[in-house]
């Protein structure tokens, strides 16, 4: 497929709108024709990096979470994730694999994981002022395609 | 997404269906706790082969279960975990701490 092509989400910090916002990646990473390996492991990334905007961006209250799914050249899905919540004051420490700041449901391997199912991983932080996650995964291209 | 344990003898199995996800893990967490509580299990078996899709919810609600069964002294295993499941729990390294047994899926 050629050309760009793109959609933007917004919703509450809702824990009920993980699910939401996996399977919208899931649906919009389709016209791409991913294998479901593919798939998996952006519904998976897609799922850490706005649980986290929900636990940690929002701890005490319910703010906006923006999702924008992009297509680029060379079959590159990119997903942003963006909170206006508190923010993250030191995120070398965040990115740490096992490091959390959140109750015992959470296991400090957001990152690690969004790092290692996706090709690429920045994180831009203001505290006070919101995250932003983007990562970007190349789909392979099938013989046949 | 769903619990189901059945109990005997002191072996305990406790399916997971559906997706588990921040969402569902507290609740997912306490079901357990209860019935770990109640049944006193021996041998837990830990059945995810009705398990759709996890994310690191999952690796907190595994390894929470494991240290409890330690705490009562018994044996844990998980058995029917998906591709995509043991994805996410070989990125924190669970493969090297309990057991897993999933043949049939990989």
């Given amino acids: ?145 | 997404m769903a619990l189901i344990c059945t109990e005997e003898n002191r072996r305990m199995t406790a399916a997971v269906e559906g997706e588990l996800d921040h969402h569902r893990a507290k609740e997912l967490m306490e079901e357990l706790d209860r019935r770990l509580d109640e049944g006193l299990p021996r041998e837990l078996t830990v059945d995810l082969s009705g398990l759709t899709f996890t994310d690191s919810s999952g690796i907190a609600v595994l390894l929470r279960t494991y240290r409890r069964m330690a705490e009562l002294e018994g044996t844990m295993e998980v058995v029917g975990a998906s591709k995509q499941a043991m994805r996410v729990f070989q990125t924190a390294g669970l493969d090297r701490l309990i057991r897993f047994h999933n043949k049939d899926k990989g």
């Fill in chain 1, 1 to 145: 497929m050629n050309g760009e092509n793109y959609t933007t989400l917004e919703f509450p910090s809702r824990s009920a709108n993980e699910s939401f916002a996996r399977t919208a990646a899931a649906c919009f990473a389709a016209q791409l024709d991913p294998t479901l390996e593919e798939i998996n492991d952006i519904k998976t990334a897609v799922s850490e990096a706005v649980t986290n905007a929900i636990v940690h961006g929002y701890p005490d209250r319910v703010g906006k979470i923006k999702m924008r799914l992009k297509i680029k050249e060379n079959q590159v899905l990119e997903i942003v994730v963006r909170d206006w919540g508190v923010g993250i004051a030191d995120v070398e420490q965040a990115r740490t694999p096992m490091f959390t700041t959140g109750g015992e449901e959470r296991s400090g391997m957001g990152f690690t994981i969004m790092e290692s199912f996706m090709d690429t991983l920045r994180v831009r932080s203001v505290p006070g002022k919101g995250t932003t996650v983007t990562m970007r995964r190349r789909i392979s291209c099938r013989i046949g395609r």
